[in-house]
């Protein structure tokens, strides 16, 4: 079952943060977390496996809420780089797996 | 290094044609696997490739989709009697092993059945 993504859009002003959330229906295993620019491939941002571990990436970070089975992306001090639509895809296995994606979140930042 | 690769970048067909889509897995990478991408949709699983193992089809949404791997290199991923419904953006996607690493996508085809 496909995780659902909150919001589904958010205008932010550079140098504001905001949360994203990906939660599922299913117990999971890992949540990888892309963003994909305008007719761009999705670029890599990070994996959480089951455990509950938070980890960062510069000034994204992210956290993975297993009893929840939801994880959250916070990116902190946007920057105009960080515009584009973040996917969570989850896995609910521990090896190598397809992955099951949300319908993503459009990020603007404005100057 | 060299990335995944896929070709064409954009393909127009009629409905009703088949359509052959490529994709070139970064060097190494075992695991190969291919998602659709409608309009502000997410991305849709397909069919993935582990190495040597059967692979795993249960995304296909019809029996006119098919996909092949040589070894653990180039995919084909072929669409049969195009529908309108099939116009998508078609990504691929590769990574290590078994165990679980991130997914490194190509640019993707964009399909467009007329």
């Known amino acids: 079952q496909q995780p659902v993504q909150s919001p589904q859009a958010v205008i932010l002003r550079e140098g504001e943060d905001a949360v994203i959330n990906c939660s599922s229906s299913?117990?999971?295993?890992?949540v990888h977390w892309y963003r994909q620019k305008h007719g761009e491939a999705p670029v890599f941002l990070m994996i959480?496996?089951?455990?509950?571990e938070q980890k960062g990436h510069e000034k994204i970070s992210a956290s993975f809420n297993e009893k929840k089975q939801q994880s959250s992306l916070y990116l902190t001090a946007s920057q105009l780089s960080y515009s584009g639509t973040y996917f969570c895809?989850?896995?609910?296995?521990?090896?190598?797996?397809?992955?099951?994606f949300g319908k993503g979140t459009r990020l603007s930042v404005i100057a | 290094g060299a990335g995944v690769s896929q070709s064409p970048s954009n393909k127009v067909t009629e409905k009703g044609k088949d359509v052959e889509l490529r994709c070139d897995p970064i060097?190494?990478?075992?695991?190969l696997y291919w998602y659709r991408q409608r309009l502000g949709q997410g991305l849709e699983f397909l069919i993935y490739?582990?190495?040597?193992?059967?692979?795993?089809k249960s995304g296909l949404p019809s029996d006119r989709f098919s996909a092949e791997r040589t070894g653990e290199s180039v995919s084909t991923l072929t669409i049969q009697r195009t529908q309108q419904e099939d116009s998508a953006v078609y990504l691929c996607?590769?990574?290590?092993?078994?165990?679980?690493?991130?997914?490194?996508f190509g640019p993707g085809t964009r399909l467009t059945v007329t």
């Open positions: 996607a590769s990574s290590w092993g078994q165990t679980i690493y991130e997914q490194y």
């Open positions: 299913k117990a999971l295993y890992s």
């Open positions: 959480l496996l089951k455990g509950g």
């Open positions: 895809g989850t896995g609910v296995v521990s090896g190598n797996t397809p992955l099951v």
């Open positions: 060097s190494g990478h075992t695991a």
């Open positions: 490739f582990q190495g040597n193992s059967a692979p795993d």
